[in-house]
Structure formats: C-alpha cells, structure tokens
C-alpha cells in the first residue's frame, strides 16, 4: 500500500453505524425469541463476529440502531467495554429504513460506516474505508460478486426477428449490494426528516443529484444469513474456521 493511502489510515477515525432492528421474519421460528442479530453462529452470536470484526479494523465508536426486542439485544451486547470500543444504542420508536435511522444520531463523523447486522463476511473494512476517501465518494456501496447459470439456450434478436446470437446455459455475472456502505455526513441532507428511508433510496436521490457514489467490488467471502439456507451454510463455515472471520484479510477489489 503505498504513501497516500497510509496517510489516510494514520489520519482518518472509523465509526460504524449496525442496523440492528430487523424481526428476521424469514427465519422463523429460531427469531420467535432470539434477535436475528444474536442468532449464534457456532457457540458465537453473529453480532458479536462483526463487532470484533470492526475494531480488529480500527473502528472506535459503534452506533447500534434497535427495534425489535431491543432490551435483549442490548442486555447481551453491553456498551462495548469488553471488546474496546463504545456502543451506543439508538432506539428506533416505529421502523425508520435503511437510512432513515441516521438523522437521529448525533455527532456524526464525516465518514461513517453503516451496515446490516446479520451476514458474515471476510471484506477488509479499511481497505474499503480508504477507496471511498480517496475518490471524495459521498456514498460507497460494497458489492459481492455472483453468477446465475441460465438453464437454457439463450437466444438474442435484432429489432426485425433475426438471429443475432444463440447461446447454450451461459452463465450470467452480476454484483449484489452486501448491506455494506459508507458514506460522508453530507448524505444527511438527501433524507426526509419525517419516515421510513431506505439506502437504495438514499443512493439513488445522490446519485441523481449529480454527487459521487462509488461501487466497491470485491470477491470477498459473504453471507446474508436472513435465509434458513445461508444461515446453515454461513454457520458451518464460521465452526469450520474461526480465524478466516476474525483476523483481518486484504480483500480483491477495483
């Protein structure tokens, strides 16, 4: 890494905004009593793999936005003491989005990290932190890459009916939002004051108003555990091995 970016490590302070007030509906009857975000992965609850995961990344301050069986949530969490770093919980009285949650918090830095509280993933926090500095972004969006197989041969036209192209069960690439962002204090002017706003909302209304919002692709591990299915899978492969989660690992990207 080279000169600009370690200046911008030794001068720039991380907080991190968890989106922590979901039901997690889709993973009945497990979130009947459990918070979604405590929801153990192994013997370790999911929460408390991302915040390890955000101070071994520098993080200082953890902004943590409740709803559902907020008590319980924040009885097992605690303020933060035992993993260094401040927890401060924010209380959302009826659900406020993605985004909308963050004109209630107070004290902002100018850059900020906000991300879901239920997934599993090996990104390098800092390494994304530092590509949104260093293109001035107002918004990053981090994305995982995908591939869909198309189970059938896939025949493209021109606009008068004739082949263009035939293609036997290709495999399509696409990238997917990771419900990971940052973003800069000044997105705050493009969320309403009043209800419910969610981040691709907020993304788009910068977006078009002309302000720089970047992708930060990466082939990174990751898992949104809101399905039975990637819960499992995402579980077994934390119980598999720990370490790949919980120590620090540089994480391709362009």
Same mark, same amino acid.
């Given at each position: ?52 995961? =955000?101070?071994? %990344? /520098?993080?200082? &301050?953890? #902004?943590?936005? @409740? ?7 924040? +009885? ?19 659900? =406020?989005?993605? %985004? /909308?949650?963050? &004109?209630? #918090?107070?004290? @902002? ?7 879901? +509280? ?23 969006? /981090? ?112």
């Amino acid at each position: 890494m080279g000169n600009g970016s370690a200046f911008l490590r030794s001068t720039r302070k991380m907080s991190a905004v968890i989106l922590a007030g979901g039901k997690g509906t889709r993973l009945k009857p497990f979130t009947m009593t459990i918070p979604k975000p405590l929801l153990p992965l192994g013997d370790t609850p999911i929460l408390e793999i991302v915040i390890q995961q =955000l101070v071994a %990344a /520098g993080v200082s &301050r953890i #902004i943590l936005t @409740l709803g559902h069986m907020a008590p319980l949530l924040m +009885a097992c969490i605690g303020d933060g003491a035992r993993w260094g770093v401040a927890i401060e919980p924010l209380l959302e009285p009826e659900p =406020l989005g993605t %985004a /909308g949650s963050l &004109r209630a #918090i107070k004290d @902002l830095e100018d850059n900020f990290l906000v991300m879901n +509280a239920d997934l599993l993933t090996t990104l390098d926090y800092e390494g994304m932190f530092d590509y949104h500095l260093r293109r001035n972004s107002i918004g990053t969006i /981090g994305l995982s890459k995908r591939e869909v197989l198309i189970d059938y041969g896939v025949v493209r036209t021109t606009s008068s009916g004739a082949l263009d192209d035939y293609i036997e069960k290709p495999t399509i690439p696409y990238s997917v939002s990771m419900g990971i962002n940052i973003l800069s204090k000044r997105c705050l002017d493009f969320i309403p004051a009043t209800g419910k706003f969610d981040m691709p909302e907020l993304m788009l209304a910068m977006h078009r108003a002309g302000h720089p919002v970047h992708c930060y692709e990466t082939d990174c591990y990751w898992k949104d555990i809101g399905r039975f299915d990637d819960y499992q899978q995402a579980s077994e492969d934390f119980v598999k091995d720990p370490s790949r989660f919980l120590v620090r690992r540089a994480a391709a990207h362009r």
